[in-house]
């Protein structure tokens, strides 16, 4: 009686190891991998019996760690201790994904070390959302700052215009005084449009989005679109038929458009290709993107251009952030196009491999 419920204890346990999402691997002394679970074969792309008799190092990615990394690692558990940490291992098919991992040696009854059992946990998608929870929050944080510089600057501005064209009108045309307050005048309306653009950045403009389909927002722009566009840039579009609807404001929704086709076309000087894909998007937890989960109407404007360094991607959605020359850019198209995307509910994200190319993808919620 015993033993049976003995042997339906290990099955249990048996079918746990193989059942639970959490990434198990059990080697020999040696590192050789002996058994692989459904999970370990998922995270790792690749199939027991292709692991079976390889060294973890299969899954290891190249570079991502230093040597001394590993070695402290082989030592503590080869001095039978247990070691934790996080790991960034590469997916069969390149991807990269960040593990939490404990090695713990197993020895035999003379205490000699037999097997390692290192149990992984796929963290990728934590840390992205975490990423990016900080990311909004200094963006929140930068916009409430933002909005009441500009609304304060709005006000005081309005008194300087006033002021300045009421001056203006008394004096005689040609006089040294009319042509610097002339060029007072021009300054101050600048300054209001920058200070208006970072109103729509802070959110404090009203807008009243409709229940919009985005493909015919794009194709009304379509045609500024190309114009835009210089001859050595080919300018593609793949639109979703059958592309759901979402609340749009179609001014603000062909200026997010435009900023990020004009960024597009400074990063390809030499030329290259501009590419504008609507597509539906039901994300679940397993989506690539740090985005809640719920139905999307995915917009994607990729071009082949310079690409963004990793140290400044960061920083590009931030009012100012520019790596234009003075009079060039005035770094305020990304947060123009971050506070309209934020202002519709929706999310908006950079991807960008250098010398390559960036892709721009917003999401806005989709409406029944
Ligand atoms: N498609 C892109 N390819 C490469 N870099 C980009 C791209 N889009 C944006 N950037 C980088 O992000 C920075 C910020 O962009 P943003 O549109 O906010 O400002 P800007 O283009 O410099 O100035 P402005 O839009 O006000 O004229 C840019 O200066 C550039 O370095
Ligand atoms: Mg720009």
Same mark, same amino acid.
């Given at each position: ?13 048996? +079918? ?17 991998? *002996? ?17 079976? /008799? ?23 558990? &080869? #001095?039978?201790? %247990?070691?934790? /940490? ?8 390149? #991807? ?36 990016? *929870? $900080?990311?909004?929050? &200094?963006?929140?944080?930068? /916009? ?17 215009? =006033?002021? $300045? ?20 005048? %021009? ?9 208006? +653009? ?6 404090? @403009? ?39 609807? #979402?609340? *749009?404001?179609?001014?603000?929704? @062909? ?9 597009? @076309? ?26 809640? $989960? ?5 917009? +994607? ?14 920083? $590009? ?9 003075? =009079? ?41």
């Amino acid at each position: 009686m015993e033993q049976r419920v003995c042997g339906d204890i290990e099955k249990l346990i048996l +079918q746990a190891v193989e059942q639970t999402s959490e990434a198990i691997l059990i080697t020999d002394a040696e590192g050789s991998i *002996l058994y692989a679970n459904k999970a370990f074969e998922e995270t790792s792309g690749y199939d027991s019996d292709y692991l079976i /008799g390889k060294n973890p190092s299969v899954v290891k990615n190249d570079g991502a760690h230093p040597p001394s990394f590993y070695k402290e690692l082989w030592e503590t558990i &080869k #001095a039978g201790r %247990k070691w934790h /940490g996080r790991m960034f291992n590469r997916h069969k098919s390149g #991807a990269i994904y960040t593990l939490d991992t404990d090695i713990t040696p197993v020895r035999d009854k003379n205490g000699e070390l037999t097997h390692f059992i290192s149990v992984r946990r796929d963290i990728t998608r934590e840390l992205q959302l975490e990423k990016q *929870l $900080v990311e909004s929050q &200094k963006m929140e944080s930068l /916009g409430l700052l933002a909005g009441q510089i500009a609304h304060d600057f709005n006000n005081m501005l309005t008194i300087i215009l =006033g002021s $300045v064209e009421l001056v203006l009108e008394d004096t005689k045309e040609g006089t040294i005084s009319h042509k610097l307050l002339s060029e007072t005048l %021009k300054t101050a309306r600048h300054t209001a449009e920058l200070t208006k +653009q970072l109103l729509v950045f802070a959110r404090r @403009q009203e807008t009243r989005p409709k229940k919009s389909c985005a493909n015919d927002l794009i194709k009304e722009a379509e045609l500024i679109l190309n114009r835009l566009m210089p001859k050595n840039i080919d300018f593609l579009m793949d639109l979703e038929t059958g592309l759901w609807d #979402a609340n *749009l404001e179609s001014t603000q929704f @062909q200026q997010v458009l435009m900023n990020l086709a004009i960024n597009a @076309q400074d990063a390809m000087p030499k030329g290259g290709a501009m590419k504008l894909t609507t597509r539906n998007l039901a994300a679940g937890e397993d989506s690539p993107w740090p985005i809640p $989960v719920g139905e999307y109407v995915l917009i +994607q404007l990729e071009d082949t251009g310079t690409g963004i360094p990793q140290e400044i991607l960061d920083k $590009v959605f931030d009012p100012f952030f520019t790596t234009k020359p003075k =009079g060039k850019g005035t770094g305020l198209g990304l947060s123009i196009v971050y506070g309209i995307v934020k202002q519709h509910q929706g999310e908006v994200l950079v991807d960008s491999v250098p010398g390559k190319g960036t892709t721009f993808r917003l999401f806005f919620p989709r409406v029944k």
